[in-house]
């Protein structure tokens, strides 16, 4: 048995998409870890964050005098650490296709971020997409689909076996479910692995029981809608 060394710092589960990709990753993993969730909106969540990361955002993860912030560093260090987990594919072209698409995550996709904030307890209520996202979402499921039909063959995930970069999407699975975007077959094949995962649903139902409620991520403030 792995013995729990590790600390995630994590913010609220309903919102937090960036806290979502290292937490699903390492529970799919089965990486022992402990978790502090710190809403975002917490008065004193600078400070506390701050503690542990030069940046004062979440995700941090702590083991022992290591600190690691953002959430594909944190994915990186956990791969080096646990080589086992198969946390990037083994094939040499498949990793490196892996790194890019999560690369491209992590750096784009801004349109999408912000007309689709990630929000677990909303209905399933569709959102007309401005073009700007629509060309985003067009990306994506052409990454999707690239990944899984060149790598994909062995398994429900991009790469096959879920990993790094299913962790680095998961959000926009979620995105993509709230807001009733209309995506193909295929995609929704995808989303529908990802979110059967015992992971997700772990999360999924911790953050629709939290009491904090951010209105920059509530699309139809001054309503709360909940499922």
């Not at 926009?172 to 209309?182: N, Q, W």
Request: hydrophobic share 50%; charged share 20%.
């Amino acid at each position: 048995m792995i013995p729990v060394t590790l600390k995630l710092i994590i913010g609220n589960k309903n919102y937090s998409s960036w806290s979502m990709r290292p937490w699903i990753a390492m529970k799919v993993a089965s990486i022992p870890f402990k978790e502090t969730v710190i809403s975002l909106n917490a008065a004193d969540f600078k400070a506390k964050v701050g503690a542990f990361s030069g940046t004062g955002k979440v995700p941090v993860l702590i083991d022992g005098d290591v600190h690691v912030w953002e959430s594909l560093a944190i994915l990186e260090y956990l791969a080096e650490k646990f080589p086992a987990a198969g946390l990037w594919p083994m094939d040499m072209a498949a990793r490196a296709h892996a790194r890019a698409i999560s690369n491209e995550m992590h750096g784009g996709f801004l349109p999408l971020r912000r007309l689709l904030p990630m929000n677990m307890w909303r209905p399933v209520i569709k959102r007309e997409l401005t073009p700007e996202v629509a060309v985003n979402v067009k990306r994506i499921e052409e990454m999707w689909s690239g990944a899984r039909a060149r790598f994909g063959q062995n398994g429900p995930f991009l790469f096959g076996r879920y990993g790094a970069a299913d962790a680095m999407y998961a959000p926009v699975v979620s995105r993509l479910r709230t807001y009733d975007v209309p995506v193909g077959a295929e995609t929704r094949a995808y989303m529908d692995a990802v979110m059967a995962l015992p992971a997700w649903r772990e999360w999924y139902d911790a953050g629709i029981k939290e009491p904090w409620v951010l209105a920059e991520d509530e699309v139809d403030w001054p309503t709360v809608l909940k499922a």
